[in-house]
């Protein structure tokens, strides 16, 4: 089974490896006459930068994008886009030791089972989060589609290393001030203390986790297809997609398993003329479509698998037991990252679904 | 866009309505060969008709099973096998109300908007869980084929209205218990907590959600894609497309977003000449692929949503606020029916992973 | 690889056996609001019914259309149709030779190797003929959703045993008279010899094939997609699905290989404010899209491989020559039952690209 | 609709454009261990390129390809592959005139109705036959993974300007001849007449099509799939998605028509222990699904639009008639150029039914 494509309508297919030549993405579906620069991509590619302070060494990552097809005097044609991100030389040496010794919580062992051998074990090749980089190059299109009919992807981090932000920030704390700190966490307070458990988890060679929410806002009602079309079964899919991502929960999610129908239903209501709900425990999908209401989805990212300390693994050639440190540079704690690629996931799959309703309008070339 | 398929070796496409002529599912890609009786679906359908106990009221669900096609003399044939659930007459007049006051928690309103008011709003129509029997029914014929390579689906009951099972059971209680007790649940103790639960909340006319976990045994390691054919991102997304369902999560799941990466990693060792995990916080999945472990994931349910408590919703047509009793039968609590769902659910997509690894073996007619 | 289901938008999924309980297809995505009866499907399944001339024995071939879902109150409802036609008693026991001795011209072999021996080889089974009263079925609700936006497809016969049609019909000819006699030939006096050479087919247990064309009357230009996309790519791969065509062309077809370009171009000029083209060597179609002009195509159906006359073929059992013939009914010359079956798989095919455009408009449901 | 993309099991992903930066494709499903260079994949780049004296200028088509992803240490890795051909500057000023006077016989002017007039038109944009080197880089994977099996596909020019090959080469001639002279054409004798029309046709400022063969040797019998996945439905759609192909038939393809049953059928019988069929009209598939005798095709090319000769067209700005003489090079006749197109082509298909067979098998990573 091929596996590099996602979508029905708006597609994405990816390509590249952690330390290959490059990582891109083809689009497929983006309709014509959408202005696009490599500036509007790229805008959005710097968000998805690490942090130096959360990193254990520097990289330099510069991740510029290269459009290669599908834009024409400054428009997209309606062919397919593709846009590629050219590898700096990364440290491939370090990966060598991996090659025969998985790395704990990796893909390693599994990769080298399924392709006998012959995967790209550098970085993770194809199993690295950097083929991300992809998900947020479409994810850019995908929103300034979205935003022509005003619907508005927002992302943030409510949890890291154990740390929950206190307060429900709003809508438009969000917008503000969520890429204006480094955790991307509205909560100043919770950010600290955040913060204060990647430095400690550094000191240790150890690494943290945490949980990001995705809001969507201004989808109309009845977005979504029955059964294996459901919009939130496609948004977990993708997100699900994210490398490091152990679980995916709408509105009030696992929470929802311990309420009552009574609590948990979110009744309805008019309200200056059109139909709202009181509560939003439903995360704004109900059947698999949107209701009109914020849609909400929470991600859970496990803690980065590379990490300094010394752990426990096999040697794949001898088949016997030994350790490894992972050398070299590391994400402590990949969650601020993730903020801009939950934002674009959420972003692609929404426009995926939005596109085939035909209120997207972009009108035709003047002459 | 279409939604009524999923799969890609293991096809399903499922039709009907909850209140229509009848449910069905039409699957695709069953190899030649599978000895089929419509006993072996029907075995798997009956583990998931409703416990009289958890359900207000009495309704015939016989659900008995037509083998309509792909079956010949005792074997499948390689084309595509339709199966069928007739309906029996369910009190569709009690529907009449909610085609203008949409339920809370229900996609009635939703699905008013999507189809223009032409859908089929008898007993939810296509949203209802009724076709889930789709589902079960082609992972009847998942689980025999997954079992010619002894890969196993496990499913039980770990939470029902904020009472969680106490210790995790044994694979070995699972597999000899979970279908002997009406809850589904292993712990009998939790059990008798859990319907204590269950039957408060029919006398107060409402309704408990809870959580199922499932395992898959004996899935060989490197199963899966990488990328966007994530073993974990499809068997998120057939598990969100089961009606209610609010969260899914593997492994230690949203626990992993608190855990340290030293504490979260599962090392390696070699063990009688095998290569296994110390822990298996990973749920048996990185990178999208198996790993040899068992693959544990957690599914959370919503209360259902339909309850004799009166809620507040809107008079679609009138565009006024106005109340709602749901009268007739319901689902006091849908989690121990959702337990051959789940596992269903998780045997459809392995399968449509493991079927084109070739070691699905049937042979040869004989002469 | 599973094949039973064709189509993006407007998707069918196949089911059902020559001499199996019986033959059907889930039609998904035809939108909701469209008046549906049982009829309207009886009255094309009907033209697909064989005249008992060109019939070797008289089979009773009813073919009553049954819809199970999709369809409430009279109109789609936006969910998928079912739609079943019961297979009446054949005779099956005549096949049972040919499970070890494989038809000449047949799928019997090739299904054999394929299907390991397990295929219901009984009247070929999913390979026969019968399997297009699904596309056919389909096709009932194709045109109706064409016809919302004036768009027609017609077909008729345009050479049979060697015989061809002298002159072009015009459409109005063809759409008033096609149906009207057994050959579904306008042309009466080429009819006329078309029928003399099946009546002597038939006389000499012999068969013979024919050309099909069809025409779609009023696409408006721009229907299609580039690459993979191309509408004329889609049009002829749903026609080689139809048993026995073994070539397919566009316009003047193999023809235009013999033109220079200065005479294949079809040259545009601006008529009544619009823009035609003074020739049609096209087949209204460039660049796989629609030009706006008829489109037209052919369809090459050789001749029924099912003949009484005696015939080599080998003992799959034994691995030894031998010979058959093969005894019971047979249609002398499919042709004339294909026109409806090739108007039925263009209409599909072009509802398919249709549908996405967004123009058709089906009204939302009175209160 | 999305459309860059086809295969289920072997997918390729098209982008770039004529006049663009590059044109390229993603091939995903690839398994890991097949040796590759950049110098298989240019070997049959390099025959797609124009003779010199066919074509009326010389334009420098280097087409020298990258390979961006999939490939380590001289394997393929199962990550897909992304292969490019950067584009030279091409003479796109002459196209400038083209935006609004749409050539005849050319995509332009459905393309400039479906993409609002955003469409990148220089030099056909994604329409042109530039597009086709995406297809011949994947085309020499596939060939190389069949090699495996012992596949090979094979074609040749059987007619160009209206001269047919006088008679049928041995699959050894072609084998051998058919790459040294520019017609590819083995027919030596007719070979000289078709490019006497060729060079005639240069003269007069006009074109030329023609008719290409291509023959699949030793696959196996039982290759294809029912009904929707009928071998010779997919070879046909991937043949229509060449630019320029008019029509396809398949073994004596339309002749068949004019045949008896008992003529046309191919009988069975068994040599040296192996059934085989005493003729092979039907072109080695039955039912979809392959025999075991050799599969062929013919395509028919019709004469390129691109032509000096002044003709007739619309100015779509003022709706009024123009006339237009295409200016600089052009394709007299693009039939020779198409012969490796074709292969690689009926290669990708082949390709895409086998790999899920099993039967290639490329062994593990040494240690």
Redesign the interface.
């Given at each position: 089974?091929?596996?590099?494509?996602?979508?029905?309508?708006?597609?994405?297919?990816?390509?590249?490896?952690s330390h290959?030549?490059?990582v891109?993405v083809?689009v497929?579906?983006c309709p014509?006459?959408l202005p696009l620069k490599e500036e509007d991509i790229q805008k959005e590619l710097d968000k998805r930068k690490p942090s130096k302070q959360f990193y254990s060494t520097t990289r330099v990552e510069e991740d510029k994008v290269n459009i290669?097809?599908?834009v024409?005097n400054g428009?997209?044609?309606?062919?397919?886009?593709?846009m590629?991100v050219w590898n700096r030389g990364g440290e491939s040496e370090v990966y060598e030791e991996f090659k025969w010794k998985?790395r704990?919580?990796?893909?390693d062992?599994?990769?080298y089972?399924?392709?006998?051998?012959?995967?790209?074990y550098r970085g993770?090749?194809?199993?690295s989060s950097r083929?991300t980089v992809g998900f947020v190059a479409a994810g850019a299109i995908a929103k300034k589609l979205l935003k022509q009919v005003g619907v508005e992807v927002l992302a943030h981090v409510v949890?890291i290393?154990?740390v929950k932000i206190e307060k429900k920030p709003t809508i438009q704390e969000i917008k503000e001030k969520v890429y204006s700190n480094p955790l991307r966490c509205v909560d100043l307070e919770a950010a600290k203390k955040m913060e204060e458990k990647i430095l400690k988890?550094k000191e240790?060679g150890?690494?943290?986790?945490?949980?990001v929410e995705a809001i969507a806002l201004n989808v109309?009602?009845?977005?979504?297809?029955?059964?294996?079309?459901?919009l939130?079964?496609?948004i977990?899919?993708?997100?699900?997609?994210i490398?490091a991502v152990?679980?995916?929960?709408?509105?009030?999610?696992?929470k929802?398993?311990?309420?009552?129908?009574?609590?948990?239903?979110?009744?309805?209501?008019?309200k200056d003329?059109r139909?709202t709900?009181?509560t939003n425990?439903?995360?704004g999908i109900?059947?698999?479509?949107?209701?009109?209401m914020p849609i909400t989805v929470r991600v859970?990212?496990?803690?980065?698998?590379?990490?300094p300390?010394k752990?426990?693994?096999?040697d794949?050639?001898r088949?016997?037991?030994t350790t490894l440190e992972v050398k070299g540079r590391y994400d402590v704690c990949f969650v601020p990252r993730a903020v801009p690629i939950v934002e674009a996931v959420v972003a692609n799959v929404l426009i995926?679904?939005i596109l085939?309703?035909?209120i997207v309008k972009?009108?035709?070339?003047?002459?």
């Open positions: 089974m091929c596996s590099n494509s996602i979508g029905k309508r708006f597609v994405l297919t990816i390509f590249g490896e290959g030549k490059c891109g083809v497929d579906g014509p006459g290669l097809s599908g024409f428009y997209t044609t309606g062919a397919p886009i593709c590629l998985p704990p919580g990796h893909a062992y599994p990769a089972v399924k392709y006998g051998g012959y995967h790209d993770g090749g194809i199993f083929i949890e290393g154990g988890a240790e150890d690494s943290v986790g945490g949980v109309p009602p009845g977005v979504g297809e029955p059964i294996f079309g459901s939130d079964a496609e977990a899919k993708f997100l699900f997609c490398p152990k679980g995916v929960e709408f509105g009030v999610g696992f929802a398993a311990r309420m009552k129908g009574s609590e948990n239903n979110d009744e309805y209501v008019v003329g139909i709900t009181l425990n439903s995360g109900l059947g698999g479509m949107s209701t009109g859970a990212f496990k803690p980065p698998s590379s990490i300390k752990q426990r693994t096999v794949l050639k088949m016997e037991n995926d679904y085939p309703l035909g972009l009108g035709r070339a003047k002459n």
